[in-house]
């Protein structure tokens, strides 16, 4: 009830490319969808978020595609650049329990020039 | 703010020393966190805090594991004995839960202290 399941492990594109990552969740009672961009040897850091109330939300180069009745989510990246490569990770919470956040699994994408 | 401040950032010692993990949250955060990441099961949540008190500490691996937070601006986590597969990167983390917007609860990770048991 509490997983949530990121795909696909890795990617490779090449620059001006578009990957796209996605995750499905279970439960139901979850309202707030993060996505956390990591580099190496740094934390995660919040990249982009979608509540349940809208289908898309876009930051820049970057949009989250969200399916209510599917639950699934995903992150698209417009444009991608080399300085894009990182470890991406959903995540999900109850808006209710604060910030306990349940993180995907993880997606190393890797943009070559 | 200078963040979250973790320490150290690296830690090599030998199977059934005491370890001792540092955290210092960004001032005026409620919530603290800490999570452990490896290669094989990502990130996990092992304890958080707010406003002091452990709320759920149900991904503490085992009784070796503790963690407390004495006051707003410092945490410890704590494993004694260590073992090898405590190996990995203990990350802490702290945020302020305000209810507005998409950035609410959002986390502030500290860069993390690297465990090595050998």
């Known amino acids: 009830q509490q997983q949530v399941k990121q795909s696909p492990q890795s990617l490779i594109v090449q620059k001006g490319g578009i990957p796209i990552i996605n995750c499905a969740y279970e439960n139901t009672a979850f309202d707030y969808f993060p996505w956390y961009q990591q580099f190496p040897g740094k934390g995660p850091a919040l990249l982009i978020a979608i509540r349940p109330d809208v289908s898309e939300k876009k930051e820049g180069r970057f949009t989250i595609s969200f399916n209510k009745s599917a639950k699934q989510f995903s992150l698209h990246i417009m444009d991608s650049q080399p300085g894009d490569s990182a470890t991406y990770f959903c995540?999900?919470?109850?808006?209710?329990?604060?910030?306990?956040?349940?993180f995907g699994e993880g997606t190393q994408l890797t943009v070559n020039p | 703010d200078a963040g979250v401040i973790q320490s150290p950032r690296h830690e090599v010692t030998e199977m059934g020393q005491e370890v001792t993990l540092r955290c210092k949250p960004i001032?005026?955060?409620?919530?603290l966190f800490w999570y452990r990441q490896t290669m094989m099961r990502g990130l996990e949540l092992l304890i958080y805090f707010n406003n002091n008190v452990p709320i759920d500490d149900s991904g503490m691996p085992e009784d070796r594991f503790s963690a407390k937070m004495p006051n707003a601006s410092f945490s410890t986590l704590k494993i004694q004995p260590s073992e090898p597969r405590d190996s990995a990167v203990y990350f802490c983390a702290s945020s302020f839960y305000s209810g507005q917007g998409f950035r609410s609860g959002e986390l502030f990770f500290g860069e993390g202290s690297r465990l090595t048991v050998l």
């Open positions: 995540a999900a919470s109850k808006a209710t329990s604060g910030s306990r956040l349940t």
């Open positions: 001032s005026g955060h409620d919530y």
